[in-house]
């Protein structure tokens, strides 16, 4: 399994990203994925969760209404689009597959190297 994030940076507080995350070595649309998000000192936390073709998705409370995430399953990969971020946005952000939509712990036990993500003026 082989999970890479990309797409972070720096970014003012109102602004936007769109996260990429490239997954292999597994069948990538028969898995429901997910991202999440950590920050030092602090467990990761479930952003966003999307169906296998697409039709569900789910998001925290904390980024519904900001964040939308979609997958294209001819690249095998999964995106966070992130719309009015605001500094507690800042995390490094990962994705993972995940058993079923509705669950918080990942599929796999590896991790990506992760995207960094920093809101500040």
């Known amino acids: 399994v082989q999970l890479v994030e990309s797409g972070g940076g720096l970014v003012q507080p109102g602004g936007s990203l769109t996260l990429s995350c490239a997954a292999s070595g597994f069948t990538f649309s028969n898995y429901d994925m997910s991202w999440y998000r950590q920050v030092p000192g602090k467990e990761r936390e479930l952003v966003a969760s999307i169906s296998t073709a697409g039709g569900l998705t789910s998001y925290a409370a904390s980024v519904k209404g900001r964040f939308t995430i979609s997958r294209d399953n001819g690249k095998n990969t999964v995106y966070l689009k992130m719309n009015s971020l605001k500094p507690e946005d800042t995390a490094v952000y990962y994705c993972?597959?995940?058993?079923?939509?509705?669950?918080?712990?990942?599929?796999?036990?590896?991790w990506g190297q992760g995207t960094q993500v920093t809101v500040s003026s």
């Open positions: 993972n597959a995940v058993p079923r939509i509705t669950a918080t712990r990942p599929q796999f036990d590896s």
